[in-house]
């Protein structure tokens, strides 16, 4: 699936209300545990990060979810900075 097509999946995912956790699930077409299994994280620590609590950046969590959605680092930074922004509001 070309880039376009998993940023056109997240975008739809987080029109109709879902997460962004749970949009990047279903872009990545499996569960962020079976994410973080593949890639020697945790599962706790991907949700942090995508949850955009406070001092859980985790560089290597989002260059891996980058990695394996072929989309740019600064789309996926940009969407959990909203995320944060949200959680603040």
Avoid: W
């Amino acid at each position: 699936m070309p880039e376009h097509e998993k940023i056109k999946v997240i975008e739809a995912a987080l029109a109709i209300g879902f997460s962004l956790s749970e949009a990047i699930q279903r872009a990545l077409g499996r569960s962020l545990t079976a994410f973080a299994s593949a890639h020697g994280f945790r599962q706790n620590e991907v949700s942090m990060c995508l949850a955009a609590y406070e001092g859980r950046v985790y560089p290597q969590i989002r260059d891996a979810i980058c990695s394996d959605l072929e989309i740019p680092r600064e789309y996926l930074d940009r969407l959990i900075a909203d995320e944060a922004r949200r959680r603040v509001a």
